[in-house]
């Protein structure tokens, strides 16, 4: 059963910065992609940032372009996202989801597995 575990969400003020992890298990994610999604209080979820873990191709939001970094550790099949700069409309709960297939996509049915998520708050 593969399960992925999100950590490092908190509060923090505006202008800072946060890095979240996302670590895999019961499974080969060698070969597939990751992607990290938010949901803000009473709107949909949406895409933030993805990266394909055999090629490292990675695509961002544009609200996030500049800011945000994703990063893998293939051999700790861990994934990362760096957050700087950080704006209270980055206030949401983070998901890491994991995707079977190899090309790298935004849309959440693109994805097949996801965490429980972690609350990232941006405030002062």
């Known amino acids: 059963q593969v399960q992925l575990v999100e950590s490092g969400g908190g509060l923090v003020q505006p202008g800072g910065s946060l890095r979240l992890s996302c670590e895999a298990s019961?499974?080969?994610?060698?070969?597939?992609?990751r992607g990290w999604f938010r949901q803000a209080p009473g709107k949909e979820r949406e895409f933030v940032a993805a990266?394909?873990?055999?090629?490292?191709?990675?695509q961002y939001a544009d609200s996030v372009k500049g800011r945000f970094t994703i990063s893998r550790d293939n051999a700790k099949d861990m994934v990362y996202l760096q957050m700087s700069s950080l704006k209270a409309e980055d206030t949401a709960v983070y998901y890491c989801?994991?995707?079977?297939?190899?090309?790298?996509?935004?849309?959440?049915?693109?994805?097949?597995?996801w965490g429980q998520g972690t609350q990232v708050t941006v405030s002062s």
């Open positions: 989801a994991g995707r079977s297939g190899v090309d790298v996509v935004t849309l959440q049915t693109g994805y097949d597995y």
């Open positions: 990266i394909g873990l055999t090629t490292g191709y990675t």
């Open positions: 019961g499974g080969t994610f060698t070969r597939y992609v």
